[in-house]
């Protein structure tokens, strides 16, 4: 096994994908014993994790008691979104600036994947994709504190997707079909970032996540708890 170091980060990567996928739910308690045991680790690279997941937002740690996934009210919710239209504007309208070809390629590229993933109707795969082709968004804008800045948000808005997918439902005006709205909404800001249209890009971005606010909260609301 690595140092307590990789230890840490992997195990950071481990309980980050269970508590992002809702195998871990919002209020469960994390039993320190029983997943040390389960990852074959030690305490020290296990706390070390906990710690950055709290420093994520992702956790809640009261003293005494063991650490909890974060449960959402509408209002963190919104609060949420809010912040993120800020940050994906901003991302956008850099991205129009200083993007390269390679990296609006890589853009398209991602695109592609979110299109062939809607296509197939695979709305977990497509939550994998569609943060993807954000995070290359955000690449673009050749910015690392901003990445930084936006890609924990992105965490928490794909924990959000995830619980929300839980509770969609199929068929028209379903999920899978807003889905490959929303795809048709990134080639959109994809063809902004080229053409070098800031006020365009910063307006779709914007669209964007308010089409979303809309939708997560229709989903949330069909469950009194979060």
Request: glycine share 2%.
């Amino acid at each position: 096994m690595g140092n307590n170091r990789n230890l840490s980060d992997e195990t950071y990567q481990i309980l980050l994908e269970k508590i992002v996928t809702n195998e871990l739910k919002p209020g469960d308690f994390l039993n320190e014993q029983v997943l040390t045991k389960e990852l074959n680790i030690s305490r020290t690279p296990y706390r070390a994790a906990i710690n950055r997941l709290q420093a994520m937002q992702l956790l809640e740690i009261e003293a005494g008691k063991a650490p909890r996934v974060r449960q959402f009210s509408l209002d963190d919710i919104k609060s949420l979104v809010e912040t993120l239209i800020v940050i994906e504007k901003t991302v956008a309208k850099m991205a129009t600036q200083r993007a390269t070809a390679l990296d609006i390629e890589k853009i398209r590229k991602a695109n592609e994947l979110v299109v062939k993933a809607a296509s197939i109707e695979d709305p977990k795969d497509y939550v994998y994709k569609n943060e993807s082709f954000h995070r290359a968004i955000a690449q673009a804008a050749h910015n690392p504190f901003i990445f930084q800045v936006h890609y924990q948000l992105r965490v928490l808005m794909q924990q959000l997707t995830y619980i929300a997918l839980e509770r969609a439902k199929s068929g028209p005006g379903g999920v899978l079909e807003y889905y490959r709205t929303l795809s048709d909404q990134h080639s959109e800001i994809t063809d902004s970032i080229e053409t070098r249209d800031s006020t365009r890009a910063e307006e779709l971005s914007v669209n964007h996540l308010k089409i979303f606010h809309t939708k997560i909260i229709t989903y949330f609301t069909r469950l009194d708890v979060y």
